[in-house]
């Protein structure tokens, strides 16, 4: 049996939600503006960063902390530590399935949405079933760290179920020995082997059967339909809803003056322009499609307000003239604003 991940080209510029991974970095490090560099955001913010993040961004911030760390083996710690606390919907599925081999199948099959630059598959071979996880672009030297959590993050859902001796498991790197390889036995209970052709923990494929105690039908299918949920949310679906907020963001501002440009909204969602057309093709709209529904809300909205004189929303909402908005106005009521507001909207 193959079991691959649920996959979707790799992409620097694609958003990730939530960006809980690089919000507990900042938990453990002080200096925030080290964190941030070259990311484009302003240290202060990132801990509690309201936008959202991309994949590019993530990586970085990783990167920025490996001078911060106290050892070079600080992550393997931090992910023995935080094993069970951070993957959401995944962590309901896993901790409420009815074995270890729906826990784990569940966790690889889902956590791509939250760590996608790795492939993650689930293979059986001979007696041996294998949780791989391969690295979609060059990590450099972040490489270790990425790998290695997940991999411990694995192992430790694994202890907790099997809960007897790991002597029949085994960890497996493509890399060659690491200047901590002393420490792994702090962290793995079973044997590390280095110079292989995956990156997998492999466990006896009978383990699989082991059943949870903790197995609670109803929170086990509540999780999986929130994993479900979570995965059909993508970026071509809710690229929509972001860009949506950027350009509300712009109209809710004291004296705006019309919509940013796809250029301005793209720079805010921390992507190229292409990007967001694509993304927005994909859910069967585009920008100028997007603008005009937040113009037309906005405009009604206005008009509502009978302080609001035409001519003060149409510069509101960026008109170089009043016979300009009246225009546009028309096309999306079928009435001007002042027979808007003579019929009360209607």
Same mark, same amino acid.
């Given at each position: 049996?193959t079991?691959?991940?649920?996959k979707?080209?790799?992409?620097?510029?694609?958003?990730?939600?939530?960006?809980?991974?690089?919000?507990?970095?900042?938990q453990?490090?002080?200096?925030?503006?080290?964190?941030a560099?070259?990311?484009?955001?302003?240290?202060?913010?990132?801990?509690?960063y309201? $936008?959202p993040?991309?994949?590019r961004?993530?990586?970085?911030?990783?990167? !920025?902390?490996?001078?911060?760390?106290?050892?070079?083996?600080?992550?393997? $710690?931090?992910?023995?530590?935080?094993?069970? !606390?951070? $993957?959401?919907?995944?962590?309901?599925?896993?901790?409420?399935?009815?074995t270890?081999?729906?826990?784990?199948?569940?966790?690889?099959?889902?956590?791509?949405?939250r760590?996608p630059?790795l492939?993650?598959?689930?293979?059986? $071979?001979?007696?041996?079933?294998?949780?791989?996880?391969?690295?979609?672009?060059?990590?450099?030297?972040v490489r270790h760290?990425?790998?290695?959590?997940?991999l411990?993050v694995?192992h430790e859902?694994?202890?907790m179920?099997?809960?007897g001796?790991?002597?029949?498991?085994?960890?497996?790197?493509?890399?060659a020995?690491?200047?901590?390889?002393?420490?792994?036995?702090?962290y793995?209970?079973?044997p590390?082997?280095?110079?292989?052709?995956? !990156?997998?923990?492999v466990?006896p494929?009978?383990w699989?059967?082991?059943? !949870?105690?903790?197995?609670?039908?109803?929170?086990w299918?509540?999780?999986?339909?929130?994993?479900?949920?979570?995965a059909?949310?993508?970026?071509?679906?809710?690229?929509?809803?972001?860009?949506?907020?950027v350009?509300?963001?712009a109209?809710?501002?004291?004296?705006?003056?019309?919509?940013?440009t796809?250029?301005?909204v793209?720079?805010?969602?921390?992507?190229?322009?292409?990007?967001?057309?694509?993304?927005?093709?994909a859910?069967?709209?585009?920008?100028?499609?997007v603008?005009?529904?937040m113009?037309?809300?906005r405009?009604?909205t206005?008009?509502?307000d009978?302080r609001?004189?035409v001519q003060?929303?149409a510069?509101?909402l960026?008109?170089?003239?009043?016979a300009?908005?009246?225009?546009?106005?028309?096309?999306w009521?079928?009435v001007?604003?002042?027979?808007?507001?003579?019929t009360?909207g209607?």
């Amino acid at each position: 049996m193959t079991m691959p991940a649920m996959k979707r080209p790799f992409d620097p510029d694609r958003i990730l939600m939530p960006n809980t991974y690089v919000r507990l970095l900042t938990q453990e490090f002080d200096d925030l503006a080290a964190i941030a560099a070259g990311t484009g955001i302003a240290p202060e913010d990132l801990a509690d960063y309201a $936008h959202p993040i991309t994949m590019r961004q993530h990586l970085r911030c990783i990167a !920025n902390i490996l001078p911060l760390r106290q050892s070079p083996d600080w992550h393997l $710690h931090w992910g023995k530590r935080m094993a069970e !606390n951070f $993957h959401g919907a995944v962590t309901l599925a896993w901790l409420s399935a009815p074995t270890l081999g729906h826990g784990l199948d569940t966790f690889i099959k889902y956590m791509p949405d939250r760590i996608p630059y790795l492939d993650w598959r689930g293979r059986s $071979h001979g007696e041996s079933f294998r949780c791989e996880v391969t690295p979609l672009v060059d990590l450099a030297a972040v490489r270790h760290m990425l790998i290695e959590v997940p991999l411990l993050v694995m192992h430790e859902y694994v202890c907790m179920l099997h809960r007897g001796p790991m002597d029949d498991a085994r960890i497996e790197l493509t890399y060659a020995p690491t200047d901590y390889r002393d420490r792994y036995a702090d962290y793995f209970l079973c044997p590390v082997a280095f110079g292989q052709p995956r !990156n997998a923990l492999v466990i006896p494929a009978a383990w699989r059967a082991i059943a !949870n105690i903790d197995f609670d039908e109803g929170a086990w299918h509540a999780a999986l339909a929130r994993c479900e949920a979570a995965a059909r949310s993508d970026d071509e679906r809710d690229v929509v809803e972001r860009v949506r907020e950027v350009l509300a963001d712009a109209l809710a501002q004291p004296a705006p003056a019309g919509l940013p440009t796809l250029q301005q909204v793209a720079a805010r969602l921390h992507c190229s322009s292409r990007t967001v057309i694509r993304r927005l093709r994909a859910a069967d709209t585009s920008f100028q499609a997007v603008a005009e529904e937040m113009l037309k809300d906005r405009a009604a909205t206005l008009l509502d307000d009978p302080r609001n004189r035409v001519q003060d929303v149409a510069a509101r909402l960026g008109y170089a003239d009043s016979a300009s908005f009246r225009k546009a106005f028309k096309r999306w009521f079928g009435v001007t604003p002042g027979a808007w507001r003579r019929t009360g909207g209607v």
